[in-house]
């Protein structure tokens, strides 16, 4: 019930010193309206793309959904924002919005308003219309390799070999590994380390979509 509580919305913000060239950019992550949880979207094969990074309760459960094999699916890590194209001529994007409350899709858009602010609408059946606003609690995510590869973009070679040392000459120091930063989280944040979504575009349920 807690996520039907933050997906609601389609019956019915951050960082300040983010520059305006990223003010339409909707990836991060995003507290929805109640502070219940947070989204993480971000570009996954060409379209948008938003799962559940963090929950204020844990053990959240698809229970509603009427599909009776995906009851007991957490609900951390599930898309709820589904396969969302740029609208031309506009920084909107449309696609559909999973619905926790009945386990059904709907039509949506989402729109960034500023850099830290995200709208989300969504209608049943076009009208019924409702929507709210997500307040941003992370950056803009860069489009992952994995992702780049899967749209068909040039494959990485990797780095390029290291050059032998000339006769004579001292063998490099061996690198050592940077500290790990001791800044904590903010609340409803996740370090690196502690994070257990990672890189939505490989959650089996997005990187196996058909397109």
Request: proline share 8%.
């Amino acid at each position: 019930m807690r996520l039907a509580i933050y997906t609601g919305i389609i019956l019915a913000g951050g960082y300040a010193s983010l520059t305006p060239a990223l003010a339409a950019d909707p990836t991060g992550d995003w507290r929805v309206a109640d502070g219940v949880a947070n989204v993480r979207v971000a570009q996954c094969n060409g379209s948008m793309w938003g799962a559940v990074s963090w929950e204020k309760q844990s053990g959240g459960r698809d229970e509603n959904n009427p599909d009776v094999s995906k009851k007991n699916r957490p609900t951390l890590g599930m898309a709820i924002l589904i396969d969302m194209k740029k609208t031309a001529g506009a920084e909107q994007w449309e696609g559909q919005v999973y619905n926790a409350k009945d386990g059904q899709l709907y039509s949506a858009t989402i729109t960034p308003t500023g850099a830290d602010k995200l709208e989300i609408k969504g209608c049943v059946m076009g009208f019924l219309c409702g929507g709210e606003t997500w307040t941003r609690v992370g950056p803009p995510i860069p489009l992952s390799t994995a992702n780049a590869m899967a749209k068909g973009a040039p494959k990485t070679t990797g780095a390029a070999p290291k050059a032998a040392p000339a006769p004579g000459a001292a063998a490099p120091a061996p690198a050592t590994a940077a500290p790990k930063s001791a800044v904590a989280a903010k609340p409803g944040q996740k370090s690196a380390a502690a994070d257990s979504v990672g890189d939505i575009c490989l959650l089996p349920e997005i990187a196996g979509f058909a397109h």
